[in-house]
């Protein structure tokens, strides 16, 4: 076992875990974070999408003893106290939940790309999500919301 630091959710954990263990599984199984879901345990699917210092990755593909010192973000760091995020709101007005299992991938990858691009286009939305599948829907929900919620931007 090894003693880190790890910032998450703005809060601060010193934590001891194993070499071998990924992010995914310390949020889910040691913190119980289970926003952050289990897909394919090989990156490919997005479920598990997190904000590390503002960069949507895959946590099931990122170790956690690599992590220290970073500022990680899961779905449930996003909302202030009992205020969603605007994307969040914008998911839920667009009708983009669906069943909800790759939701929190996809707001996590919506919540990068409009933080780097405030207004993307329909085909930079599209390549955003690239690595987030969702077998409930044909997506036009999905990018509905994501530009839903860049258009709200500038009602702020």
């Not at 310390?26 to 879901?37: A, P, Y």
């Not at 503002?54 to 099931?60: E, T, Y």
């Not at 939305?125 to 919620?149: F, Q």
Request: charged share 20%.
């Amino acid at each position: 076992m090894k003693s880190i630091m790890m910032k998450i959710n703005g809060d601060q954990y010193t934590l001891e875990i194993q070499d071998n263990w990924t992010l995914l599984y310390v949020l889910r199984d040691v913190l119980h974070l289970t926003g952050t879901k289990y897909g394919c345990g090989t990156g490919d699917c997005g479920a598990c999408k997190v904000l590390i210092n503002g960069i949507a990755k895959n946590s099931c593909t990122l170790l956690a003893k690599n992590l220290e010192n970073h500022e990680i973000t899961t779905i449930e760091g996003l909302s202030q106290r009992d205020k969603l995020h605007p994307v969040q709101e914008a998911f839920i007005e667009a009708g983009a939940i669906q069943c909800g299992f790759c939701t929190p991938g996809m707001v996590i990858t919506a919540v990068a790309l409009l933080d780097q691009n405030p207004y993307p286009t329909e085909n930079e939305i599209v390549v955003a999500l690239e690595n987030n599948l969702c077998r409930c829907t044909g997506y036009k929900k999905i990018i509905d919301a994501i530009r839903l919620a860049s258009k709200k931007r500038d009602r702020r």
